[in-house]
Each structure stands twice: as structure tokens, then as C-alpha cells.
């Protein structure tokens, strides 16, 4: 499995997707896109691949450091997307729906998705930091269990939305952002 992480101090709770999973190739932001791009030209198409991270329509987002507050290049985008079409892919971040359409990849993707407060007061979801955090490692937890099962992706989605048992402004509208392409 080849796992594309850029480290983030916000985006920690995304490790449980992978955490203890045999043969996990795990790529940061001190990759090149020169050594991403032969690394996803090598991969066979049977193989997962996780996009993991903050992002937008555009791609997967990195920056140096968790204590920058921008970002400061696309780690996975436009010209990745090639390698990226016969895989199956998931990919958690935000907007992650709309770059998998705009470069027609499949897989299980994540609209806006809310892992940080700044987010939830942009969207006008009223949370507290201790909810957010506690929210999204549920999150991540039910979503690997179902990976870990080998629900069908096209299932997920649903089966997701039926995991949500506190059902408040940010569960409702993380659990509701995730679609199979």
C-alpha cells in the first residue's frame, strides 16, 4: 500500500487509516515529485493508494512544517493524476471529491471535511476542540474498521452515515461528505 501523508500536526487522526498495515509505504512531504511520480509509475494497478492531508480541487497540499499556516506546494495533483487512474483510491482531505472529478479518478473520496476549527467556523458548525478531535479518531476508526473488513467502497459511504451515533452539526456533516466515484 502506498501511503501519501505530508506530516501535519491537524491531520494526525488520518494515520489510523494505515497505522500497523503490513507493506506500507509511507510518502511525506520530503519526497520529491520526481521520486512520487516514479514511485506511482512503479505501483501495480492492483495496489491502494492513500491520499491523505489537507488539499483542495486541485490536489494533496503539504508544507515544510505544521506550524507554517500555508501551504507551499501541491504534492499529489494534476500531474500525478495519470499514475493515479487504474487504481482505486481513497483519499481524505478536503475537496478531495472535486480533484478526483476534475482528473477522473475513482475510488472513495472525501468532500469538505472538518478537521479543524477554523474549518467548523467557516462552515458555521458550532464544536469544541475536544469534540472535533474526539469526532474525527471515531471517524477514522470506523472507516478503517470498514477498510479492514473489505466493505465494497461503493457501500461505505452508507455504512458510514449509519455509524454516526452522536449526530450533531460536525458529525452530520463529516459523515455526509464522504462519496464513492
Not at 494526525?12 to 510518502?27: E, H
Not at 487504474?86 to 482531505?93: D, N, R, S
Not at 467556523?121 to 476508526?141: A, H, P, R
Amino acid at each position: 500500500m502506498i501511503v501519501i501523508h505530508p506530516q501535519d500536526r491537524t491531520t494526525q487522526m488520518l494515520s489510523i487509516l494505515y497505522r500497523d498495515c503490513p507493506d506500507v509505504r509511507l510518502v511525506d512531504q520530503s519526497w520529491s515529485k520526481h521520486e512520487i511520480n516514479h514511485l506511482l509509475h512503479a505501483a501495480l494497478p492492483r495496489e491502494q493508494i492513500m491520499l491523505l492531508g489537507h488539499g483542495g480541487d486541485k490536489g494533496l497540499f503539504s508544507r515544510p512544517d505544521s506550524e507554517n499556516a500555508g501551504f507551499d506546494r501541491i504534492i499529489v495533483g494534476h500531474q500525478q493524476a495519470y499514475y493515479l487512474r487504474p487504481h482505486c483510491l481513497i483519499g481524505v482531505f478536503c475537496h478531495a471529491n472535486l480533484f478526483a472529478e476534475n482528473e477522473h479518478l475513482h475510488g472513495l473520496f472525501t468532500g469538505m471535511f472538518i478537521s479543524e476549527m477554523h474549518e467548523a467556523e467557516e462552515y458555521g458548525i458550532v464544536t469544541s476542540q475536544q469534540e472535533l478531535d474526539q469526532e474525527n479518531d471515531l471517524f477514522m476508526k470506523r472507516l478503517r474498521a470498514l477498510l479492514d473488513e473489505k466493505v465494497r467502497f461503493p457501500e461505505i459511504p452508507g455504512r458510514m452515515k449509519l455509524l454516526d451515533q452522536s449526530h450533531t452539526p460536525l458529525t452530520e456533516f463529516n459523515y455526509h461528505s464522504l462519496f464513492y466515484l
